[in-house]
């Protein structure tokens, strides 16, 4: 819908009912494109997002990686902001991703709210940070009803007020997210914020047994919420204080 491709300021976008035909790819409500060839495009590094609202008109629990993905946000570029979005029943709400041209970094994430994002396979995410990711930092970050609230792959990160609820896996951290990383405030939402009909937040934390937090990663959080880590967390990895605590 709107397909950034230099140094821009886009704001106040509001989208209702973005969809794509049942056999295509899919849309994106705003786009910061990675450059494809010095000769034809620039990038949007520098680019600010400030203020998208976007409805996706797809079904519950449509969409994949290959047909009718539809994502609020994509972030190709380095150096990008963005504050203040909303995103509903898309496959990716906000999706910081490296597309093979470009390597997201220093990208500064405030005010992110992803609703209700469901994907045919179970595996839309509210908020996605890819692998090859740096630097991304993100305050204020809000999860609700996905497949999965809050994926981080990143390294190097810093993520401040992270509140995930109703989401069939509530907080996803890799091993490749485990260098550098600082997650502090964690909420985890239960049935008293009004989702009695949908199963609470659990955490996907399982870390190899290779991946020590000797690597300084640091993940702080209201005891519940540690609770929740611990007790999802995969034996080997957690089970071995000479070597993984």
């Given at each position: 819908?709107?397909?950034?491709?230099?140094?821009?300021?886009?704001?106040?976008?509001?989208?209702?009912?973005?969809?794509?035909?049942?056999?295509?790819?899919?849309?994106?409500?705003?786009?910061?494109?990675?450059?494809?060839s010095s000769q034809h495009r620039e990038d949007a590094r520098g680019s600010t997002?400030?203020?998208?609202?976007?409805?996706?008109?797809?079904?519950?629990?449509?969409?994949?990686?290959?047909?009718?993905?539809?994502?609020?946000?994509?972030?190709?570029?380095?150096?990008?902001?963005?504050?203040?979005?909303?995103?509903?029943?898309?496959?990716?709400?906000?999706?910081?991703?490296?597309?093979?041209?470009?390597?997201?970094?220093?990208?500064?994430?405030?005010?992110?709210?992803?609703?209700?994002?469901?994907?045919?396979?179970?595996?839309?995410?509210?908020?996605?940070?890819?692998?090859?990711?740096?630097?991304?930092?993100?305050?204020?970050?809000?999860s609700r009803g996905c497949n999965i609230g809050i994926d981080i792959k990143g390294?190097?990160?810093?993520?401040?007020?992270?509140?995930?609820?109703?989401?069939?896996?509530?907080?996803?951290?890799?091993?490749?997210?485990?260098?550098?990383?600082?997650?502090?405030?964690?909420?985890?939402?239960?049935?008293?914020?009004?989702?009695?009909?949908?199963?609470?937040?659990?955490?996907?934390?399982?870390?190899?047994?290779?991946?020590?937090?000797?690597?300084?990663?640091?993940?702080?959080?209201?005891?519940?919420?540690?609770?929740?880590?611990?007790?999802?967390?995969?034996?080997?990895?957690?089970?071995?204080?000479?070597?993984?605590?």
């Open positions: 819908m709107v397909d950034v491709g230099g140094k821009c300021i886009v704001r106040d976008i509001f989208a209702m009912g973005l969809d794509s035909h049942e056999n295509s790819y899919g849309n994106c409500c705003v786009r910061l494109r990675a450059k494809v997002v400030d203020g998208v609202y976007v409805w996706s008109s797809k079904p519950d629990n449509a969409g994949s990686n290959t047909l009718r993905r539809i994502v609020g946000v994509q972030v190709n570029c380095p150096d990008i902001s963005v504050s203040n979005v909303t995103a509903i029943n898309c496959f990716y709400g906000l999706r910081v991703h490296d597309s093979g041209d470009s390597v997201p970094r220093n990208v500064n994430l405030t005010n992110i709210t992803a609703i209700n994002c469901r994907g045919a396979a179970n595996d839309a995410m509210g908020i996605s940070i890819s692998n090859a990711c740096r630097g991304v930092s993100g305050t204020n970050l809000k390294r190097g990160g810093s993520y401040s007020g992270l509140f995930v609820a109703a989401n069939d896996n509530g907080l996803g951290i890799t091993d490749g997210a485990l260098l550098y990383n600082n997650i502090v405030g964690i909420h985890y939402g239960t049935t008293a914020d009004g989702d009695a009909n949908l199963s609470d937040t659990t955490a996907l934390y399982t870390p190899a047994a290779s991946a020590m937090f000797a690597r300084m990663t640091s993940i702080t959080a209201w005891r519940g919420a540690w609770l929740h880590h611990v007790s999802t967390a995969n034996d080997a990895a957690w089970n071995s204080p000479d070597a993984n605590w």
